[in-house]
């Protein structure tokens, strides 16, 4: 699981972002995926180290 560092609203979704490596990389997220994963949109954008990505189920989830 990575930490989510950043996050950007976009248009139609959410750009997350983390570090690897000492480098910034991201992924995007559609406000439906979001609302499939039960992630509130608004919180993600303001608190966005409060959630971690999970690259290879691509999932986001609320770090607890």
């Keep these: ?3 989510i ?4 609203k976009k ?3 959410i750009q997350v972002a ?3 490596h000492n480098q910034t990389k991201g992924t995007f997220f ?3 995926e979001l609302i499939d994963m ?5 919180d993600l954008l303001e ?10 189920r691509r999932l ?5």
């Design 30 to 32: 559609t406000y439906a």
């Design 47 to 56: 608190n966005p180290k409060n959630y971690l990505l999970d690259l290879e």
């Design 60 to 64: 986001i989830v609320f770090r607890r």
């Design 5 to 8: 560092v950043a996050s950007i």
């Design 18 to 20: 983390w570090q690897k």
């Design 38 to 42: 039960k992630i509130n949109a608004l």
């Design 1 to 3: 699981m990575e930490e």
């Design 11 to 13: 248009e139609d979704g």
